[in-house]
Nanobody
Framework: QVQLVESGGDLVQPGGSLNLSCVAS????????MSWVRQAPGKGIEWLAR????????DYADSVKGRFTISRDNAKNTLYLHMTSLKPEDTAMYYC?????RGQGTQVTVSS
């Protein structure tokens, strides 16, 4: 059974940074590309970033390129999202994604 558990969300001031984590279980994590997505209140799912199974290749949405960094530790079955220069419009529930499966999410709120 696939399980994805996100953590690290918090309330942060504009311009601040956060590190999100996603611990995966129930599948061969090291063989799967993974993504981060988010959903702001009243809006649809927005894809943010993707990383290849080996961690060599990454892609980013224009809205986060240069500010967010996706990474992974296959030995720990863990996916990361390092977020910097946070803006109020980054406020959302953040999810890690394997195929069409996501976890329960972690809330990021950017506000002064």
């Amino acid at each position: 059974q696939v399980q994805l558990v996100e953590s690290g969300g918090d309330l942060v001031q504009p311009g601040g940074s956060l590190n999100l984590s996603c611990v995966a279980s129930g599948f061969a994590f090291r063989f799967k590309s993974m993504s981060w997505v988010r959903q702001a209140p009243g809006k649809g799912i927005e894809w943010l970033a993707r990383i290849s199974s080996g961690g060599i290749t990454t892609d980013y949405a224009d809205s986060v390129k240069g500010r967010f960094t996706i990474s992974r530790d296959n030995a720990k079955n863990t996916l990361y999202l390092h977020m910097t220069s946070l803006k109020p419009e980054d406020t959302a529930m953040y999810y890690c994604l394997k195929d069409n499966t996501r976890g329960q999410g972690t809330q990021v709120t950017v506000s002064s």
